[in-house]
């Protein structure tokens, strides 16, 4: 078991927890805030003699692509696992949105896989590819591959892969209600 990522001394026998964390969505976010400091200094600071269209546009669209991209890496820096005795529960950056929980009876495997790469999920973040499932990625490196009995896939990055897998193994071999045997 790991300790509770919340800086609690004693972690509670039944929680595993784990996290990813990607520090380079840090110079992605300062990118957002640079585009939104552009937009709002043309609207305050502007001498443009060509229309107010052009400059409306201006200011509306580096706001615009500065919030897309500071709360986009925002919702990405880090990944949060929680796995319970019913459940593992997926929570991204720091509101903890996207989310995502799993009842472990949906939870018929899971697997180590140790090269999980943002370029073969399409980038960063909450992820569907119809030939490789679902995922969770914030950062290169180890991962945890959940099969789920509807024959889908769930891949989530997170530090202490195997860790993770040991503990829903052993959750699963407990015989989680609901799961078939």
Partial sequence: MRDHPHGEDTPHPDVWTGRATNRFQ?????????????????????????????????VVGCIAAGLL???????????DLK????????????IGVPRRRIPLSHVSGAEV??????????????????????????????GVVLSLWDGHTFTITVDDAEGAVRAIKARLRTGTPGAPL
Wanted: aromatic share 10%; hydrophobic share 45%; proline share 5%.
């Fill in 83 to 94: 796995l319970d005795k019913e459940s593992l529960e997926v929570r991204c950056g720091h």
């Fill in 26 to 58: 840090w110079a992605l976010a300062l990118v957002g805030a640079a585009c939104m400091a552009l937009g709002i200094e043309l609207a305050v600071d502007s001498a443009w003699t060509s229309g107010t269209a052009p400059l409306v546009m201006s």
């Fill in 113 to 142: 896989e140790p090269h999980v790469t943002p370029r073969h999920w399409g980038g960063w973040g909450y992820r569907w590819r119809p030939d490789k499932g679902t995922a969770v990625v914030v950062r290169r490196g180890e």
């Fill in 69 to 79: 991209v500071l709360f986009g890496t925002l919702a990405f820096v880090h990944v």
